[in-house]
């Protein structure tokens, strides 16, 4: 039986999830890493923490799908028996997500009730799903965005499902109290990933525009945020419960 606590990663086969998955393999965690298309990218995240030492497994998920999840909760069940003779995990990262553009004019109710089910559905019936698998003493961090606390054109519907996010955070750190389970928010700023088609990265005009509204004058990496989410997830920081971080650089101070 592995003395190293297991961390469940959602979105763990690129951005900010395969990065927060490594930085937890390197502090010592053993990982569940989910993917919805990525497949072949997980399977070389799992090669990756293994290489850190970690013991890792991929198990896909449709986080917009909750029909789905008691089997996905079967699924973690059982690579918990299997893989680590266990029958709980100790940290859940709701990292999962994608991105929608659209003005509010504009905004179609498919559109809307996608980032719904992505976005704020999908990680509340998740965690009611995981929740018995989870250890007492445990520690849950959600992805919110630094959009709910600033806005810009064409994010209304998604920002809306983060602020959701927040509400939920508190709720959900109050409730699970009596379990010693702490539970967070990471709020990342604008990011250079392939997150909602790469603009940020890709787009010269956009980077340079974010970049000038940031104290510290580039846009973020995955690099900034995967270790402050590995840290949440660690018993480091242990007494900080219902607390909404962001961490953008210091954009539109």
């Not at 927060?20 to 399977?43: E, F, N, V």
């Not at 008691?70 to 059982?78: E, I, K, M, Q, S």
């Not at 299997?82 to 709701?94: I, K, P, S, V, Y």
């Not at 955070?169 to 997150?195: C, K, Q, S, W």
């Amino acid at each position: 039986m592995t003395s190293r606590k297991i961390a469940l990663v959602t979105g763990a086969s690129r951005g900010l999830g395969r990065n927060a998955a490594l930085r937890l393999a390197g502090r010592g965690h053993d990982l569940i890493a989910t993917y919805r298309q990525g497949a072949t990218d997980a399977r070389t995240l799992v090669q990756e923490a293994q290489a850190l030492g970690a013991r890792a497994v991929a198990l896909p998920l449709d986080l917009g799908d909750s029909a789905g999840f008691a089997g996905f909760a079967d699924a973690v069940r059982a690579a918990l028996r299997d893989h680590w003779q266990r029958d709980t995990f100790d940290a859940l990262l709701n990292n999962a997500g994608s991105g929608s553009y659209a003005t509010f004019a504009t905004t179609t109710e498919a559109q809307f009730d996608e980032m719904l089910r992505i976005h704020l559905k999908g990680p509340f019936f998740l965690t009611q799903a995981l929740l018995p698998l989870i250890a007492d003493g445990g520690r849950v961090v959600n992805v919110s965005s630094g959009l709910t606390r600033f806005s810009l054109p064409g994010y209304a519907a998604y920002a809306a499902m983060k602020g959701g996010v927040e509400v939920l955070t508190r709720y959900l750190a109050l409730e699970l109290g009596a379990r010693r389970i702490a539970v967070n928010t990471v709020a990342p700023g604008a990011i250079a990933t392939d997150f909602g088609g790469g603009a940020v990265r890709d787009n010269p005009q956009l980077n340079g525009l974010i970049a000038s509204q940031t104290a510290l004058g580039r846009v973020g990496a995955p690099d900034d945020i995967g270790p402050v989410m590995a840290a949440l997830l660690s018993d480091d920081l242990g007494w900080v419960n219902g607390q909404r971080v962001e961490v953008s650089g210091g954009i539109h101070l």
